[in-house]
C-alpha cells in the first residue's frame, strides 16, 4: 500500500493583520518594528490505498523587525535561557554542533518544555500529565548571507499536536542596526474528532510562547549590551567589578 | 539554565560558556580558526547521552532539519 500527501493550503479564513507598532516595555535595549502576521488554516489530503483521510491543521506567519544588529541577535540567541519569560522551558542541551567546510555554523539544541494541557485535555489524555516535552531545534548559521535558520519540532506527545516552527533571523545590508525576524508555524493534530481545538489551543500557546520568546531574547540582548558596556575611565575596575558580579551570580557572558 | 542530565549542568556550564566566547570573537569575525571547545564540549556530550539513554528521550536516528522536507511547499 502506498501512501501519498499532497498539501493543499486552502484559505477559508485568511486574517491578515495590519501593520502594527508594537513596542516593548521597560525600554529595553531592542525596539520591536512593524509586525505583519497571517493566519491560515492548511490541509494535508492523504490517500492511503484507496481511502481518502484528511489531516487539518494551521499556519502560521509573522514577521517582525527588531532593533538590534545581526551580530547581537545572534550572540544572545544561544544564550536566551533562562528568562524571566521562559519558565516553562526546563532544560537546554546541545547536542551537535559542526562548522562545515563551508564555514556553516550547524548545531542541534534539546529542549524540554513543561507539557501544559488545557483541563479539559487532561481529562481526556491524563497519561501525558507526567511527560514533560521534548523539543528539538536544529539551526544553520550563515556568516556570509547574516542569517540564522532555524527549526523546532516536538518529538513526543506528537499525535497529539505537533508544532514545527521556522525561524529566519536576517541582517540587512542597508539596515545594519536592524534585524528581521519570520517566524512561520505549522501545528496539527491527528487525533480523530478532536483536531480542532487541539490546534485551535495549540495556536492559542503558540501565540503566547512567540511573545515570551521575544522577551526573552530581548532580554538575553539587553543583558549582553549592559555587560559588554564601556565605561569611559578605568577598565582595571570594570573588570573587577565584571569578576565579582560573575561570582555571586550564574556565570555572565560577555564579549 | 539545567541540562536533561541532572549532573551534566556544570558540564554544560564550562562547554557553553567556551561556545559563547569562541563565537561572538572568532566566528561572527570571520576568524575560521579551530573552535577551542572540543575537548569540554565531550565530556559534557558523552554526560548527556546517557542521560538521554537512561530517559528513553526520542532522538536517535532524527535527521537534521528533518520536518523542512514537509515544510518546503507550504
Known amino acids: 500500500m502506498i501512501m501519498y500527501c499532497s498539501v493543499i493550503i486552502i484559505v477559508t479564513r485568511a486574517r491578515t493583520l495590519t501593520r502594527a507598532r508594537a513596542r516593548t516595555e521597560g525600554g529595553n535595549a531592542a525596539d520591536v518594528g512593524d509586525v505583519h502576521a497571517e493566519l491560515r488554516d492548511y490541509y494535508r489530503l492523504c490517500q492511503w490505498g484507496s481511502a481518502g483521510l484528511v489531516m487539518m ?88 548571507n547574516r542569517s540564522l535558520t532555524t527549526l523546532t519540532w516536538n518529538v513526543n506527545h506528537a499525535k497529539l499536536m505537533r508544532v514545527v516552527e521556522r525561524c529566519v533571523f536576517a541582517g540587512e545590508q542597508d539596515r545594519p542596526v536592524w534585524t528581521r525576524i519570520t517566524r512561520e508555524a505549522w501545528i496539527s493534530s491527528g487525533v480523530f474528532g478532536l483536531s480542532r481545538p487541539i490546534q485551535e489551543f495549540g495556536l492559542a500557546r503558540f501565540r503566547s510562547n512567540q511573545v515570551k520568546a521575544m522577551k526573552g531574547l530581548e532580554h538575553a540582548l539587553s543583558n549582553l549590551q549592559k555587560a559588554s558596556a564601556v565605561c569611559p575611565g578605568d577598565s582595571a575596575e570594570k573588570q573587577k567589578n565584571l569578576n565579582s558580579a560573575s561570582k555571586t551570580q550564574k556565570p555572565q557572558q560577555y564579549i | 539554565m539545567n541540562s536533561v542530565g541532572e549532573g551534566c549542568t556544570e558540564l554544560k556550564r564550562e562547554y557553553d560558556q567556551c561556545f559563547n566566547r569562541w563565537f561572538a570573537e572568532k566566528f561572527l569575525k570571520g576568524d575560521r580558526s579551530a573552535d577551542p571547545c572540543s575537548e569540554l564540549f565531550l565530556k559534557y556530550h558523552t554526560c548527556v547521552q546517557k542521560a538521554i539513554k537512561e530517559k528513553d528521550i526520542p532522538v536517535e536516528g532524527v535527521e537534521f532539519m528533518g520536518p523542512n522536507r514537509e515544510k518546503a511547499d507550504s
Open chain 1, 57 to 144: 491543521g494551521k499556519y502560521f506567519f509573522s514577521e517582525t523587525d527588531i532593533k538590534s544588529t545581526w551580530d547581537q541577535v545572534l550572540a544572545a540567541f544561544w544564550q536566551r535561557y533562562p528568562n524571566p519569560y521562559s519558565t516553562h522551558v526546563l532544560t537546554e542541551d546541545v547536542l551537535f554542533r559542526e562548522v562545515t567546510p563551508d564555514n556553516l555554523l550547524l548545531s542541534r539544541r534539546l529542549l524540554t518544555k513543561t507539557s501544559r494541557l488545557p483541563r479539559w485535555a487532561e481529562r481526556v489524555f491524563p497519561g501525558n500529565l507526567s511527560r514533560s516535552v521534548y523539543i528539538i531545534e536544529d539551526s544553520v548559521v550563515d556568516l556570509g
